[in-house]
């Protein structure tokens, strides 16, 4: 295995960066004057516990595998306003779904466009600055209610010190929302950071999906997005919540996501990866009551010298929960991917339904992927499975395309690309699937 | 210019084992030739070897397609060039539907940087599957997955109907099907009798031969064509057996 070099790794390293050396002073730009109070106690203590909190390292089991250098930063400063976002909003436009309930571009963390069509009454779907104003306490009765268990604490307090994008929607009580809330975060400007926020709610019988896109604005710029995006689905609520990550190669982003599924909601996020130099993403999702279900998935393709590292829980807390779990990745090149998963299913959790399942094609000797699965089950009655895959493009199923007329190349890119979309399958809305699909058609078609 | 698949002293090796030992077939176009033989006769390296396959090792003899040397091609040139594989164990390939899998198929034979007519392309595609009395719902689903034995082999059926080869070669189509999808296979295959393309179908049953009615039979046996004759050899054969040809 190549895992081996690894652990030749000095355990002497240096001391783990301070925060201070990241940031003087709170990351803010303008902002509403008359924000809540808690929200404002909220970011003190964020900043605080931000100072605090050590840095990745290597001994931590959470970052077991993943390469500390990528979260070495030298001085990061908040991202700038752009001049004239106009450019952007057009390649959004361009490149986004034609059907969607509402639609939010967010340039370098400020909102250069926010459009509503036809959203039901009572919906709230409002860039979080404004929600706070407006709906106080609504927002923080959810508001980063979850944590970062997964090893990103310090990005997280980070990121709840921060003046942050995005968006907040709340679905009230049977409101089903037809066509995707699609999000776009746009970064530009070299060791500029955003900081984009989600936090989707629904009520009893409500459902939503939320589609988050992730780009930059030129091809050289390293910037770093340290995001968060906390679902909701309350008592017989659902949402589906898609983060679609394309930056460029030179950028990294962190993404937390924390998932509480109420009794009988359903929750589904995925990570679609195609982009960025480093990717980390931590998901959690807690089933809190019978009947919950929740599935996650990711799909990712990385080449070059890209490093996803991706890290999950799957919390079963109430009884007749259920949770299916399915990541796939593509590799070529030098790439390497890291999964560490978790099943635990607490005392108590009985008629627990939990699968886990990372699958990954490598496409290059040299690609690397790394696979934790794990379990931990407290209860009786659980119906529990996990592990991990990785393997090569089968020879027959090449010369059953080849024997067809289809180029090699070419025959590879579309069994790698069926490969990835068994989970892209089973998200919602056509329109998606296809704008995904054509998305890893692009990235295959310039793959050596 | 000649018009046939012409193979001549065909020798095919597998992991240093001699499989094919001398073969010589010449199949003009227009004309259907079945091959019928015993389990471990060679049939399927035959055609194998035939579409490229690469665990398969040419150790001596030549294949002409039209003339051209079919050896001196790769897998998908063969392809290209008109040949075709209706394969016996269909493989399946998760997540590319059919109807991209058709397309690409398609695409690959248009010069570069021309685009399929995607609005034809599922024009004609319906209408060949109607006809095959497939359906529609079998173009949005993964190429042979969760298909039935039978639906792999219509699926055959309908890729050489939308590649529309000059040679086509098939190989033991008839197996694991019912006498209504075999009634249906053929009709298929039938309607794609012309002038201008030669068929090889190989088979272990002389069922298959009652409706692709052939223009010649050949016995095939230890890797040799042992016999050759009219239609009328299929019913003798499955009268008689194969230990009366191997015993001639």
Same mark, same amino acid.
Do not use: C, H, P, W
């Given at each position: 295995m190549p895992n081996a070099t690894l652990s030749m790794e000095s355990p002497t390293q240096a001391a783990p960066p301070s925060g201070r050396d990241w940031f003087s002073a709170p990351p803010r730009h303008e902002e509403p004057a008359d924000l809540p109070g808690w929200y404002r106690d909220l970011r003190a203590e964020s900043w605080h516990q931000f100072l605090e909190t050590p840095g990745p390292v290597r001994t931590d089991e959470s970052w077991r595998f993943a390469s500390l250098k990528q979260v070495q930063f030298d001085t990061l400063r908040m991202a700038e306003a752009v001049a004239d976002p106009e450019p952007v909003i057009d390649n959004t436009l361009d490149r986004g779904l034609r059907l969607v309930a509402a639609r939010f571009v967010f340039v370098n963390n400020r909102l250069a466009l926010g459009e509503s069509f036809a959203l039901p009454n009572g919906v709230i779907c409002l860039p979080i600055g404004e929600a706070l104003v407006q709906h106080g306490d609504l927002v923080r009765e959810h508001?980063?209610?979850?944590?970062?268990?997964?090893?990103?604490a310090k990005f997280a307090a980070l990121h709840g010190a921060a003046t942050l994008s995005g968006l907040f929607i709340h679905v009230p009580k049977g409101v089903v929302i037809e066509d995707p809330i699609e999000v776009s975060h746009w970064a530009g400007g070299d060791g500029a950071v955003i900081f984009p926020h989600l936090l989707v709610v629904a009520e009893r019988g409500a459902s939503v999906s939320v589609v988050e896109r992730h780009r930059s604005i030129n091809t050289t710029d390293a910037t770093l997005s340290i995001g968060m995006a906390d679902l909701a689905p309350e008592d017989g609520g659902r949402i589906q919540y898609v983060c679609v990550q394309n930056l460029n190669d030179q950028s990294r982003q962190i993404q937390l996501n924390g998932t509480r599924v109420g009794r009988d909601a359903k929750a589904l996020s995925c990570f679609v990866n195609l982009g960025g130099r480093w990717v980390r993403n931590e998901s959690v999702s807690r089933l809190t009551g019978p009947g919950a279900d929740s599935e996650m998935l990711s799909a990712n393709l990385a080449d070059g010298d890209q490093e996803y590292d991706q890290r999950t829980l799957q919390l079963h807390e109430a009884q007749h929960t259920k949770s299916d779990l399915l990541y796939k990745n593509a590799l070529y090149d030098r790439s390497r991917t890291i999964f560490a998963g978790l099943i635990r299913v607490c005392p108590g959790a009985h008629f627990t339904d939990a699968y886990q399942k990372c699958r990954n094609l490598l496409g290059s000797d040299e690609a690397e992927a790394n696979s934790m699965p794990g379990l931990e089950i407290d209860a009786d009655q659980v119906k529990c499975s996990h592990g991990s895959t990785s393997g090569q493009i089968s020879e027959e199923e090449i010369f059953y395309l080849k024997a067809r007329g289809i180029p090699p190349r070419r025959a590879r890119q579309m069994i790698s690309q069926g490969f990835l979309a068994e989970t892209i399958e089973r998200l919602e809305g056509v329109e998606l699937r296809e704008a995904i699909g054509h998305r890893f058609e692009e990235r295959f078609a310039v793959l050596a | 210019m000649n018009r046939s698949l012409s193979i001549h002293d065909l020798h095919v090796s597998v992991n240093g084992i001699e499989?094919?030992? !001398?073969l010589t077939l010449d199949i003009p176009k227009g004309e259907v030739h079945a091959i019928m033989g015993p389990n471990g006769s060679g049939k399927s390296t035959l055609a194998k070897v035939l579409a490229g396959h #690469? /665990?398969? #090792? %040419?150790?001596g003899g030549q294949v002409t397609m039209d003339g051209e /040397?079919?050896? *001196?091609? #790769?897998i998908d040139e063969r392809s290209r060039a008109g040949l075709f594989l209706a394969f016996q164990y269909p493989h399946e390939i998760p997540g590319v539907t059919n109807a991209n899998f058709l397309r690409a198929a398609r695409q690959a034979r248009l010069p570069k940087g021309e685009e399929i007519d995607a609005v034809a392309f599922y024009k004609e595609m319906y209408a060949k599957m109607d006809q095959l009395e497939m359906d529609r719902k079998f173009t949005g689903r *993964? %190429?042979?997955? !969760?298909?039935s034995g039978g639906e792999k082999k219509r699926n055959e059926v309908l890729q050489m109907m939308m590649l529309e080869p000059s040679y086509a070669i098939l190989d033991e189509t008839d197996s694991g099907l019912d006498i209504d999808a075999l009634r249906i296979v053929a009709n298929g295959v039938n309607a794609m009798r012309s002038p201008d393309r030669g068929f090889l179908v190989i088979t272990h049953y002389q069922r298959l031969l009652d409706y692709i009615v052939p223009d010649k039979v050949h016995v095939m046996f230890d890797g040799r064509i042992i016999r050759s004759g009219k239609k009328e050899l299929a019913l003798e054969l499955e009268e008689k057996g194969y230990d009366w040809v191997k015993a001639a």
């Open positions: 508001f980063m209610q979850e944590g970062a268990r997964l090893g990103g | 499989i094919i030992k !001398g #690469e /665990d398969y #090792e %040419v150790t /040397d079919l050896l *001196a091609l #790769e *993964a %190429v042979n997955e !969760g298909f």
